[in-house]
């Protein structure tokens, strides 16, 4: 068997079946350590590829020199808070604002908050 053939066999099997192989190959030919830490790589790799993140977090960083204006804008993006609420989640930056939401969301809530010189992060 080439080695060709061999890729184009791994290139058709599932992750699972990847893991399965390596674990497999490790038992087999005796590999630990860093070795078997490079084999192991690839399936993760290619698992961390086929996963595209699709939730944001809004985390406010610092409010500027503009608070008042900024809790105004958490008001706006969290519904249901108060004044004091609010005023307490811009006084304890960095405070993640809101979770789980669309990039095009997160992204808007960002241009929001910089709108008031307000510092904020998407993770």
């Known amino acids: 068997m080439t080695n060709q053939e061999i890729l184009d066999a791994i290139k058709s099997m599932t992750l699972l079946e990847i893991k399965e192989l ?13 070795i078997a830490v490079a084999g192991g790589a690839a399936p993760a790799a290619a698992a961390a590829a086929e996963e595209e993140k699709t939730e944001f977090d809004v985390v ?9 204006k900024v809790i105004k804008v958490v008001r706006e993006v969290v519904s249901g808070l108060g004044l004091k609420e609010a005023k307490e989640i811009v006084e304890s930056a960095p405070k993640t604002i809101k979770e789980a939401v669309s990039k095009e969301e997160a992204e808007k809530i960002a241009e929001q908050f910089k709108a008031v010189g307000a510092t904020v992060e998407i993770k």
């Open 60 to 68: 406010l960083k610092d409010a500027g020199s503009e608070k008042i």
């Open 22 to 34: 390596v674990d497999a190959m490790k038992e087999e030919f005796g590999v630990t350590g860093a």
